[in-house]
C-alpha cells in the first residue's frame, strides 16, 4: 500500500507552481488516494488536473508498474473543515458549529487563530419588561479543541 506520508511529501515538494493548500490525503485498500486541496480563491479543475498529474509523475517515477486509484479533488462546501486554512477563507460567511457536547451553533464566522474562532451569533431573547422576544448579536469565542465540527452554511439568498 502507498504510504500517505509519500503523497504528503510530493505535495510538500514546493515544485508545484499552483498556490494551494492541502485538506486532507487518504489511502484506503488497493491504493485509493484522495486528495482534497483547496487556496483561498477557492480551486479550480485545471489547479486539481495539474495535482493530480503531478502526483502520478511522482508515483510512477519510482515504480513504472505500480498500480493506483487517484482523485483529486476540493472537499467540497458540506464537508466539515479539517485546517485552518478553511476557516481563513470563510471569515465573513455563515458557518454551523457542532461543540464537544453537541450543541449546534450558528453564526457568522468573525476570526480565527490556531486555538480559538470568534463567530457572531443570533439569539432571540426575552428582555424583560417587554412582550416581544428581541433579537440580539452576541460574539463567541470558541476554542478549537471543543469544535468537533464546522461548515459551511449554503445559502442562496
Same mark, same amino acid.
Given at each position: ?14 515544485? =508545484? ?32 488536473? +495539474? ?57 457568522? =464566522? ?15 431573547? +426575552?428582555?424583560?419588561?417587554? +412582550? +416581544?422576544?428581541e433579537l440580539i448579536l452576541e460574539v463567541l469565542?470558541?476554542? =478549537? ?13
Amino acid at each position: 500500500m502507498i504510504d500517505k506520508n509519500k503523497i504528503l511529501q510530493i505535495l510538500n515538494s514546493g515544485d =508545484l507552481e499552483i498556490d494551494f493548500f492541502i485538506v486532507e490525503v487518504e489511502v484506503s485498500s488497493g491504493n485509493r488516494i484522495r486528495v482534497y486541496v483547496d487556496n483561498a480563491n477557492g480551486i479550480t479543475i485545471g489547479n486539481c488536473a +495539474k495535482i493530480s498529474r503531478f502526483i502520478e509523475h511522482r508515483l510512477l517515477e519510482t515504480d513504472e508498474e505500480l498500480n493506483f486509484e487517484l482523485n483529486v479533488s476540493s472537499p467540497g462546501m458540506d464537508i466539515p473543515f479539517k485546517v485552518k486554512q478553511q476557516y481563513d477563507k470563510s471569515i465573513g460567511k455563515e458557518v454551523e458549529i457542532i461543540d464537544q457536547d453537541n450543541r449546534k451553533i450558528k453564526g457568522t =464566522l468573525l476570526k480565527a487563530n490556531e486555538e480559538s474562532i470568534d463567530i457572531e451569533e443570533k439569539k432571540s431573547v +426575552k428582555v424583560p419588561g417587554r +412582550k +416581544k422576544k428581541e433579537l440580539i448579536l452576541e460574539v463567541l469565542t470558541i476554542p =478549537l479543541k471543543n469544535i468537533k465540527s464546522t461548515k459551511l452554511i449554503i445559502s442562496f439568498k
